[in-house]
C-alpha cells in the first residue's frame, strides 16, 4: 500500500540516503561476523538484507521528519534511529508472514518464500520445505529484532536520552506483540470481535510501532518540548488506526502489486477487520461466513466475497471509519509547539492514504 508519502522537499533525500547508508554499514559488518560463523549463517543474514531493502522506509522517514523539523542537528545519530525502526518493521513483516502462513512480499518470495523454494529444489516433500521456510522466516525475523536494539545502542545521546529511546523501542515491540496475539486469537474464534475490539487492536499492532513511536522517538532525540512529544503521541495513535483499517481494506480490495500479499490472504485467514464485524451484523453475512476462514478459499470464493462486502456496505463503511480516526489524528496536532510545516506533512501523508484507499 503507498503509506507515507512523506513531502521529500521538507524530509529531504539526503535524509533518507543517511539511513541507506546506515543500514548498508550494518549489514556489511553482521554479515562479516556471519561468514566467520559459517557460509549458511551468511546466507541467511543476505536473505534478511533482501528482505529489508525496497521498502517505503515509513518509519524511517517519520524518525526524520520529527527530528528535522523540531531542531535536531546530529543526522548521524538520526539515522541510526531511524534505521534501527526499519529493522523493527522488517522483523515484524517476516514473522507476520510466517503467521499468516504467506510466502511472497511484494510479487516475490519472502525469506520464509526463499528457503522454502530451495528446499523444493532439493527435492525436499512440500511438508518439510514448509518448515524449512517457516524456520528461516522465524529466524530471520528474531535477527532483524535484536539487531534494532544494536542500533539503538550506536546512537551519540546522553544517557537518559538513550534510555528513553530504549524504553520506546520495547514499548513498541511489547505493544505490538500484544496486538499480534489478539489478531490471532480473534481469528480462531466464531465469534466477530466488537469494533472497539477491533481498533484497540489496530492500536496496539499497528500505531504504536508504525507511527508514535518514530515520532516520539525522533522528537526526543531532537529535546522537543514535552507537550509535543504529547501531540505527536496522540497524533499516532489515531492515525495508526486510520491506517490499519486502511490496510486491511486493501489487503482484500488491493493490488498485489502494491500490498506485497496475496488478495485473499486476510479472508483466507479470517483475519478480523472492521469490514467483517460490520458485515456479521449484516444479513448478507451468511452467504459469506463459511468461506471467511477457509484454508480452501479460492480466487473466485474470495472474489465472491468481496462482492458481498461491497453490497452489504461494510466497504463504504470501513473507508468511513479510516476517515473518521484520520480527522481526529489531525485534530491533536492543533498544538502549540508543533511546527506548521510538521503539522502540513502529517496532514497531507495521512489523507494520502484515505485517498488512495477511496480509489480502490
Not at 46 to 74: H, I, N
Not at 322 to 338: C, F, K, P, R, Y
Request: proline residues 3%; charged residues 25%; hydrophobic residues 45%.
Amino acid at each position: 500500500m503507498k503509506f507515507l508519502n512523506v513531502d521529500r522537499r521538507l524530509n529531504g533525500n539526503a535524509d533518507l540516503e543517511l539511513v541507506e547508508d546506515s543500514l548498508q554499514r550494518f549489514f556489511a559488518d553482521a554479515k562479516l561476523r556471519a561468514v566467520a560463523v559459517n557460509a549458511t549463517y551468511l546466507g541467511l543474514w543476505e536473505a534478511l538484507e533482501r528482505a529489508t531493502a525496497g521498502g517505503k522506509r515509513s518509519r524511517p522517514r517519520l524518525v526524520m521528519l520529527a527530528y528535522r523539523q523540531l531542531g535536531g542537528t546530529d543526522f548521524s545519530s538520526a539515522a541510526e534511529l531511524a534505521a534501527s525502526y526499519e529493522l523493527l518493521h522488517s522483523a515484524l513483516l517476516i514473522h507476520d508472514d510466517v503467521i499468516d502462513r504467506d510466502f511472497v512480499r511484494r510479487g516475490i518470495p519472502n525469506v520464509s518464500g526463499h528457503y522454502r523454494s530451495r528446499a523444493l529444489r532439493a527435492g525436499e516433500p512440500p511438508a518439510a520445505a514448509d518448515h524449512a521456510g517457516v524456520s528461516a522466516g522465524v529466524l530471520a525475523g528474531d535477527l532483524a529484532l535484536s539487531s534494532a536494539y544494536r542500533l539503538l545502542r550506536s546512537i551519540e545521546a546522553p544517557a537518559s536520552v538513550r534510555q528513553r529511546l530504549n524504553d520506546i523501542l520495547d514499548d513498541a515491540i511489547f505493544s505490538s506483540v500484544g496486538g499480534e496475539v489478539l489478531d490471532i486469537e480473534f481469528s480462531r474464534t466464531p465469534d466477530m470481535p466488537s469494533l472497539e475490539d477491533i481498533t484497540r487492536t489496530a492500536h496496539q499492532k499497528t500505531s504504536v510501532y508504525s507511527f508514535e513511536a518514530p515520532l516520539q522517538a525522533g522528537a526526543i532525540l531532537a529535546a522537543a518540548p514535552e507537550p509535543v512529544v504529547t501531540a505527536l503521541t496522540a497524533f499516532g495513535r489515531y492515525a495508526g488506526i486510520a491506517y490499519q483499517i486502511a490496510d486491511d481494506v486493501l489487503g482484500v480490495f488491493g493490488n498485489e502489486s502494491r500490498t506485497g500479499k496475496t488478495s485473499w490472504g486476510d479472508l483466507r485467514e479470517g483475519k478480523r477487520t472492521a469490514l467483517l464485524s460490520y458485515a456479521a451484523t449484516r444479513p448478507e453475512w451468511t452467504r459469506i461466513a463459511t468461506l471467511v476462514g477457509s484454508q480452501d478459499m479460492t480466487a473466485a470464493d474470495a472474489e465472491y466475497v468481496r462482492s458481498v462486502l461491497v453490497s452489504c456496505g461494510a466497504k463504504n463503511y470501513a473507508i468511513t471509519l479510516a476517515t473518521e480516526n484520520a480527522l481526529l489524528a489531525v485534530m491533536h496536532l492543533e498544538s502549540d509547539g508543533v511546527p506548521d510545516a510538521l503539522r502540513r506533512t502529517l496532514e497531507r501523508m495521512l489523507f494520502s492514504v484515505i485517498s488512495d484507499l477511496s480509489s480502490r
